[in-house]
């Protein structure tokens, strides 16, 4: 198993940048894949990014190419999301998940940090 805690959240202007830290437990955090999900408040979860293994690879949602960049440093046991032009819509509690790969689901999950963008 293992057990995640997010941070950086906040409250930010629109334009403005943050980045999401998520440290992982355990000792075989380097055999996750990781993922950064968000979820507004009326709305169904989202996936928002994702980060192989070895962080060689990496997905995202289209909103949010070219101006979010999720990376890893498996040394730290932790996955990041950097957020820069940040809009209002991205508003939303931010939380990051691990897969065991090759399961295609993501199992274990943070408690979320909140960001909030103003306009």
């Known amino acids: 198993q293992v057990q995640l805690v997010e941070s950086g959240g906040g409250l930010v202007q629109a334009g403005g940048s943050l980045r999401l830290s998520c440290a992982a437990s355990?000792?075989?955090?380097?055999?996750?894949?990781m993922g950064w999900f968000r979820q507004a408040p009326g709305k169904e979860r989202e996936f928002v990014a994702g980060?192989?293994?070895?962080?060689?690879?990496?997905d995202y949602q289209n909103s949010v190419k070219g101006r979010f960049t999720i990376f890893r440093d498996n040394a730290k046991n932790t996955v990041y999301l950097q957020m820069n032009s940040l809009k209002p819509e991205d508003t939303a509690v931010y939380y990051c998940?691990?897969?065991?790969?090759?399961?295609?689901?993501?199992?274990?999950w943070g408690q979320g940090t909140q960001v909030t963008v103003s306009s």
């Open positions: 980060i192989a293994r070895n962080g060689d690879s990496t």
């Open positions: 998940a691990a897969r065991a790969v090759p399961a295609a689901k993501y199992a274990y």
């Open positions: 355990g000792r075989t955090f380097s055999s996750y894949a």
